[in-house]
């Protein structure tokens, strides 16, 4: 979608205003990536930020059953990690491999 792509791109103004303008922010691709999987692939606390305050739904899964908060762990993201957690995300969720 637009919106995961100006995540992906790291555009904060163009998130803005698609989400101002409507977007979707759970819509997901077939693989089920999504805004926020896309933000916290790249690092971007800000825009994460933008999704949460958006009400995005901080555990939908990739097709894979990687959640932002399984994605942000792998990278080692300490900061990105904390901010999830401290805004509901699920730290028992478990991927396909019922890793968590």
């Known amino acids: ?3 995961i792509r100006a995540c992906e791109n790291e555009n904060k103004e ?3 205003f698609l989400i101002k303008n409507g977007a979707d922010v759970n819509k997901e ?4 990536e999504t805004a926020l999987i896309a ?3 790249n690092g971007n606390e ?4 933008c999704l949460i305050e958006n009400e995005v739904d901080i555990d939908m899964e990739t097709k894979y059953g990687k959640t932002a908060l399984i994605i942000s762990c792998e990278s080692g993201n300490e ?4 901010s999830l957690i401290e805004n509901g995300a699920n730290v028992n969720k478990e991927n396909k491999n019922g890793e968590t």
């Open 14 to 16: 163009m998130v803005e």
């Open 46 to 49: 800000t825009i994460v930020k």
């Open 29 to 32: 691709t077939k693989n089920g």
């Open 79 to 82: 900061k990105m990690i904390k």
């Open 1 to 3: 979608t637009v919106l």
């Open 39 to 41: 933000a916290c692939k």
